[in-house]
């Protein structure tokens, strides 16, 4: 069975090229283009890893995530990796705090993404 990553991003540029490189990888993609249309996916598929944007109408990327950690007590172990063009420390301890896997910024080549991506899921 393949794995399921939900992407939580609003931002078409990037979803359409990750989604592809992930697909063609052989993983099973979802996409949400709001925090709440995420959360309401991640109750629905349980994916194997969440690659969440911190930028984003609605809810938040930091919202987001503090719901998935506290609102799914039964996905703790899900892997959430915040992807995001925000490269400022502060933004990388806060998403550690509210319990984020890994903090990658979006300038990251797409065979680096996919190598950490099966690195972590695997």
Same mark, same amino acid.
């Given at each position: 069975?393949?794995? #399921? +990553?939900?992407?939580?991003?609003?931002?078409?540029?990037?979803?359409?090229?990750?989604?592809?490189?992930? =697909?063609?990888?052989?993983?099973?993609?979802?996409?949400?283009?709001?925090?709440?249309?995420?959360? %309401?996916? *991640?109750?629905?598929?349980?994916?194997?890893?969440?690659?969440?944007?911190?930028?984003?109408?609605?809810?938040?990327? *930091?919202?987001?995530?503090?719901?998935? #950690?506290?609102? *799914?007590?039964?996905?703790?172990?899900?892997? +959430?990796?915040?992807?995001?063009?925000? %490269?400022?420390?502060?933004?990388?301890?806060?998403?550690?705090? *509210?319990?984020?896997? =890994?903090?990658?910024?979006? %300038?990251? =080549?797409?065979? =680096?993404?996919?190598?950490?991506?099966?690195? +972590?899921? %695997?």
């Amino acid at each position: 069975m393949k794995k #399921r +990553i939900l992407i939580i991003d609003d931002d078409q540029d990037f979803i359409n090229p990750t989604k592809y490189m992930l =697909e063609n990888a052989g993983y099973e993609v979802v996409v949400a283009r709001n925090g709440k249309e995420g959360l %309401s996916l *991640f109750g629905e598929k349980t994916p194997d890893l969440v690659l969440l944007d911190i930028v984003m109408p609605t809810m938040d990327g *930091f919202e987001v995530l503090h719901s998935l #950690r506290n609102d *799914f007590p039964d996905c703790a172990d899900v892997p +959430i990796v915040m992807l995001t063009a925000k %490269s400022d420390m502060e933004y990388t301890f806060q998403a550690r705090a *509210f319990g984020a896997t =890994e903090y990658i910024v979006k %300038s990251i =080549e797409a065979r =680096e993404l996919l190598n950490r991506v099966n690195e +972590i899921i %695997s």
